[in-house]
């Protein structure tokens, strides 16, 4: 027969590993509304923003960098047409990217954007992006993928320089995997 005590001390342990295992499964989301408060990480909007009669700073200069690699597991060729400007915060500003797919198939790409220094990334607006969306290309062909942007005026002055990281990941099989799914139960 188990003592009491033991009962006791048995449930606060099931207790305590149940609560760490829910903590687990809440750490992602937390995790990403922290950063989405802070601007920590350089995460930036995954929605277009909108240009309401942003008043131009003309009277400061930001430099943009950008930065393009794919992932390891993508054949593509990827870089920015350009790879810095100077802008004036709240000017639009649109620059592209170039992707070639050097192989014989079609391959679905999504680029994932990051910010550096973070915090900027809350002041980074995205109204246009290739990002926003998969991308499809097929093989031996390449193309031209929009960025337009602008930079926000209450940008702290601090920042003088922000740079705009891709990196692209080959999603086709992904789709396809998605595609054979059965869209009714007991299909």
């Not at 009491?4 to 295992?21: G, Q």
């Not at 992602?28 to 131009?56: E, Q």
């Not at 390891?72 to 870089?79: R, T, V």
């Not at 000017?91 to 915090?119: C, D, F, K, M, W």
């Amino acid at each position: 027969m188990i003592k009491p005590v033991h009962k006791i001390l048995t449930r606060k342990l099931v207790v305590i590993c149940l609560a760490m295992f829910g903590f687990g499964f809440a750490l992602v989301p937390l995790y990403d509304v922290f950063c989405d408060l802070t601007g920590i990480n350089g995460k930036t909007a995954t929605t277009a923003a909108s240009t309401d009669a942003a008043v131009i700073d003309t009277s400061r200069e930001v430099i943009i960098e950008f930065i393009a690699r794919p992932n390891k597991d993508m054949p593509w060729l990827f870089k920015p047409e350009t790879r810095r400007i100077k802008v004036h915060p709240g000017e639009v500003h649109r620059v592209n990217y170039l992707a070639t797919n050097p192989t014989q198939r079609l391959i679905i790409g999504q680029a994932v954007p990051s910010v550096a220094p973070g915090q900027a990334a809350l002041f980074f607006h995205k109204i246009e992006c290739f990002c926003f969306s998969q991308q499809q290309l097929a093989g031996g062909k390449d193309m031209l993928m929009p960025l337009q942007f602008y930079v926000d005026p209450a940008l702290p002055k601090r920042f003088s320089t922000i740079t705009l990281s891709y990196t692209l990941y080959d999603v086709t099989a992904n789709m396809q995997e998605i595609a054979s799914m059965p869209t009714k139960i007991g299909e």
